[in-house]
Every structure is written in structure tokens, then in C-alpha cells.
């Protein structure tokens, strides 16, 4: 089965400042997408940034992009020009291209944004 | 714009007691999955549908019935509910598609306490 791992249960970050965050995962697989999901205070969720496996280039969405290393199973998030709004529960999640209904989250990063 | 709507945002139960939790999608995606949020454990998929008729079980289904009668509609059963069943409810749905990434859509969740 695959697992993802996420091993910053909580991360704090200046505003306007750049952040990491991290994620692994674990899979037999060579097909798969890897997601990063906010959840605010709402409890919405919310997508952030997607990557296919089979793609090279790293995805960016504004000031949101991913570090992919693929022979690491490393997902990295990085947020940059933090904004107090980027607060929330942040969690990597995987999705085989065979199970596409079934995500697999890591335990989540609690991103706390500060003046 | 309903996107996927759940229904209640709250509910209070007591031991032993039965629901049904609703959750309907307006998107005509073929993909629909439940899954159940826990502090420190991430979301976690309970049962899925890739299909009118077709469901599975997920990572965690004891005590929890599915079934999809139509497409829009995919309601989880709690048949006797238990203290254990404590926890955030998410509803999700996607459309399988490789370009769009599989990307699944989570309705607004519904916050469960069973006493």
C-alpha cells in the first residue's frame, strides 16, 4: 500500500517570507499524481498545486510550486511571499493513475503565518 | 456553481443510534468517495464508487454502508453508531481524465460527534 509522510507537524513563517514544506511518499508504482491540499479554519478543502508523475518540469501555481524528485519520492511545497491568509492545515496527498477515486493523505503541516 | 454539497454540516449522536449522511455532486463525475478526518491522522478513505451501482471499501469501512443509485448521489451510512465514529466526514468527486489530473472536488464536510 502507499504511504506518504509528512514529518512537520507544524511549520511558522514570517510574512512575505518563503517556506518549505515537506512530504515522501512511498509507492511501487511509475504512474501516479501527487497534490497539495489547504485546509483553512473553514475545513474547506482546498487544491493547491498538482503534479503528474510523468512530468518532469515542476508545477507552479502563482507563488506555490513543488519540488518533484521522483527517484527521492520527495514532494516539497514551497510558498513564496507568505501572506497571513496562508495559514491552514496543509496536506500532501497521492493518487495512483489505477485507483483514481482513492487518495492517500499524509498526516498534515500546520503552517502558522506571522507579522 | 453548487459544485459538491454535503448535508448536515452537524450532527449529534447517541450510541447505537443510525444516519445517513448525504452527499450529492452536480458535476456528472463518475467518482465519488467518502473519507473520514482525525486529528493527527489526515483524511482517510472509508468507501468509494467509480460508478452508478459499483461501490468498495476503502482504508477504514467497518460500520459504515455505501451505495450509488445514481450518479449524482452517493450517501454513507452509519447503521449504529459508536463513539468511534467521532470525526470530520468529507465527501469527494472526480471525473477520470488525465489531463485534468484526476483532480478530486471535496464538498464543505460534516463535523459527527456520537456520545
Known amino acids: 500500500a502507499q504511504t506518504v509522510t509528512q514529518s512537520q507537524p507544524e511549520m511558522s513563517v514570517q510574512e512575505a517570507e518563503t517556506v518549505t514544506l515537506s512530504c515522501t511518499y512511498d509507492?511501487?508504482?511509475?504512474?501516479?499524481?501527487l497534490f497539495w491540499y489547504k485546509q483553512p479554519p473553514s475545513r474547506q478543502m482546498i487544491l493547491v498545486i498538482r503534479q503528474e508523475a510523468y512530468k518532469q518540469q515542476n508545477a507552479t501555481e502563482n507563488r506555490f510550486s513543488v519540488n518533484f524528485q521522483k527517484a527521492a519520492k520527495s514532494f516539497s511545497l514551497k510558498i513564496s511571499d507568505s501572506q497571513l491568509g496562508d495559514a491552514a492545515m496543509y496536506f500532501c496527498?497521492?493518487?495512483?493513475?489505477?485507483?483514481?477515486?482513492?487518495?492517500?493523505f499524509g498526516t498534515g503541516t500546520r503552517l502558522q503565518v506571522t507579522l | 456553481n453548487a459544485g459538491v454539497t454535503q448535508t448536515p454540516k452537524f450532527q449529534v449522536l447517541k450510541t447505537g443510534q443510525s444516519m445517513t449522511l448525504q452527499c450529492a455532486q452536480d458535476m456528472n463525475h463518475e467518482y465519488m468517495s467518502w473519507y473520514r478526518q482525525d486529528p493527527g491522522m489526515g483524511l482517510r478513505l472509508i468507501h468509494y464508487s467509480v460508478g452508478a451501482g459499483i461501490t468498495d471499501q476503502g482504508e477504514v469501512p467497518n460500520g459504515y454502508n455505501v451505495s450509488r443509485s445514481t450518479t449524482e448521489d452517493f450517501p454513507l451510512r452509519l447503521l449504529s453508531a459508536a463513539p468511534s465514529q467521532t470525526s470530520v466526514y468529507f465527501c469527494?468527486?472526480?471525473?477520470?481524465?488525465?489531463?485534468?489530473?484526476?483532480?478530486?472536488?471535496f464538498g464543505a464536510g460534516t463535523r459527527l460527534s456520537v456520545l
Open positions: 496527498a497521492y493518487l495512483d493513475t489505477g485507483t483514481a477515486s482513492k487518495l492517500t
Open positions: 509507492t511501487s508504482e511509475s504512474d501516479y499524481y
Open positions: 469527494a468527486s472526480s471525473r477520470p481524465s488525465r489531463g485534468a489530473a484526476n483532480i478530486q472536488y
